[in-house]
């Protein structure tokens, strides 16, 4: 299969992925930045490997119809439109451990060098000055200093700021306080928190909708005077305009920028003021830095692609082993509970209700859900479903999808429940598993019953007369069908029932009419799980 890598990467990473049994590698440094060649090399592409230069935006890929697998040899994705990627099944990754030392001791460089006014006092000194008073520094040690986002960076940072004596101040909703302790950082639960005792601040967040321009006018507002900002994240974090007007008030005694709201930057008048310290985007640029992220991109690419194992995704749920073990029942009873739903209704539902109880509500139920999604779609669309994709069609086709979760569950363990509207009626189906994890539906649109899901059944909907089931015999038997299991249910006697059969074999469509034509039947609805 076929790997692009069309921006600059180490060397050695080339060499490793060339190396690799089943993969075609075709590398052209240049080519990110050419558009019509881009294309053209994604044509037959199963996996990309990035850097910055390269843009995937969903006209890009929609040249890409072999495309499963993208790898960003670095951290920030703001180069691939994500959700146009995840609307065609294809992986998003980063490689977020190969740059975090480098980005981290980049942070502290430009700390240090901004206490102590380093680059203006070089700058005066070349040009044959000796002003030694007027770069009079602070020292670090005793100041606090607040990191916003405690991911692999932002612990870095702190490590080497608590190093340097200061006090450390971090806000982050996914670290523990446990873990905040042993990093020696005060945990805050909000902005406000964080901003007024701060002597210097450095973000290390995600460039989002909702960090986009964190750091503006109303924070610089709750700030007090004097403070330092730093930013070797992602530009547009920090507001550079309401920075600018902070900086020009003497709110802000300084701010040393890495990234930029654009690269190259436009924002001349700031970048022009001598409490400004800036360098071109130089987080990542080590040599130990570029050599990690791109053997670990050519790693996780090749892991994909190869053994369908998935590390740092951005649109996925990545799973541990262990825990992949304990959900491949419940994914299986999940698809098989959504394919079940398309066959009985026929169409699609407006909205989908999936309920987890007992054991199942202990579980990872994002990518249970997915699964149940992709069931659902199978037969309905005509790309291929994955964990990724399934979500995002299912919200263009306009299906409200909600998750409960209770331990409580009256018959059984563990309960898979889910329920389709149509036309303001409610269908459940529901599973659960039995002995060493073998799934059984036990409740189709109201009906109790016990039935496997394994390949070819026919789920027939009809009156509860006397003869009913040795008439669907006679008929199954003139066909030439044999039945490996079946299931009976029933809501009262002598009114309507349901009966499961698993059969050897699919039924053909002359053996269904005859079905449907046996005495008492009202409906017959073949299933393939």
Avoid at 32 to 40: C, I, N, P, S, V
Avoid at 248 to 255: C, I, R
């Amino acid at each position: 299969m076929k790997v692009l890598i069309s921006d600059k990467v180490a060397d050695q990473a080339v060499t490793q992925l060339q190396a690799v049994e089943g993969i075609e590698v075709h590398y052209d440094a240049g080519l990110g930045k050419d558009a019509e060649g881009l294309r053209e090399q994604l044509a037959d592409a199963e996996g990309i490997i990035i850097r910055s230069a390269t843009k995937l935006t969903a006209e890009v890929l929609a040249q890409a119809p072999k495309l499963r697998a993208i790898v960003r040899a670095g951290v920030g994705v703001d180069n691939i439109d994500v959700p146009a990627a995840s609307r065609r099944g294809v992986i998003v990754m980063n490689t977020p451990g190969g740059n975090t030392l480098s980005t981290a001791e980049q942070t502290v460089a430009l700390l240090l060098a901004l206490a102590r006014n380093t680059y203006p006092a070089c700058h005066s000194l070349k040009e044959g000055r000796w002003d030694r008073k007027q770069f009079m520094g602070t020292q670090l040690s005793g100041k606090t200093i607040a990191v916003a986002g405690l991911g692999r960076i932002g612990l870095a940072v702190a490590d080497r700021a608590t190093a340097l004596g200061m006090k450390v101040v971090g806000i982050d909703p996914f670290i523990s306080d446990d873990r905040a302790k042993r990093h020696n950082i005060t945990l805050v639960t909000s902005l406000d928190d964080l901003l007024p005792e701060a002597d210097y601040i450095t973000v290390h967040v995600p460039m989002t909708d909702n960090t986009r321009g964190m750091i503006g006018a109303e924070a610089f507002a709750k700030m007090k005077d004097g403070v330092r900002i730093i930013n070797c994240a992602r530009g547009g974090i920090v507001d550079e305009a309401a920075l600018l007007e902070a900086i020009q008030s003497g709110k802000v005694a300084g701010a040393a920028l890495d990234v930029y709201e654009s690269e190259p930057p436009t924002c001349t008048e700031l970048l022009a003021l001598p409490q400004v310290l800036c360098t071109p985007h130089l987080g990542a640029s080590t040599e130990e830095a570029q050599l990690n992220v791109a053997i670990e991109a050519a790693e996780q690419i090749t892991d994909a692609l190869l053994h369908g194992r998935i590390r740092n995704a951005i649109n996925v749920p990545v799973l541990d082993p262990e825990e992949a073990e304990a959900l491949a029942p419940y994914l299986e009873l999940a698809r098989d509970l959504g394919i079940l739903q398309t066959a009985i209704l026929g169409r699609t539902p407006s909205e989908l209700r999936i309920t987890y109880a007992g054991e199942a509500a202990k579980l990872n139920t994002t990518v249970i859900t997915s699964s149940v999604l992709s069931g659902l779609l199978d037969s309905v669309v005509e790309q291929e479903l994955n964990y990724i994709n399934a979500p995002c069609i299912a919200q263009d086709r306009g299906i409200a999808v909600s998750e409960t979760l209770t331990s409580h569950t009256s018959n059984f363990a563990t309960l898979l429940s889910v329920t389709a509207v149509v036309d303001g009626e409610e269908h459940e189906m529901a599973g659960t598993l039995v002995g060493l994890g073998e799934p059984r539906i036990v409740v189709i649109d109201g009906y109790r019953v016990e039935s496997l899901t394994r390949g070819a059944a026919l789920i027939i909907f009809a009156e509860d007369k006397p003869g009913l089931i040795g008439n669907i015999g006679m008929a199954m038997g003139e066909h030439n069908i044999n039945i490996a299991a079946m299931t009976f249910g029933r809501k009262a006697a002598g009114g309507e029932a349901i009966t499961v059969l698993n059969l050897d074999g699919p039924i053909d469509e002359k053996a269904l009419l005859a079905i449907q034509d046996t005495p008492h039947v009202l409906r017959a609805v073949p299933v393939t799980f």
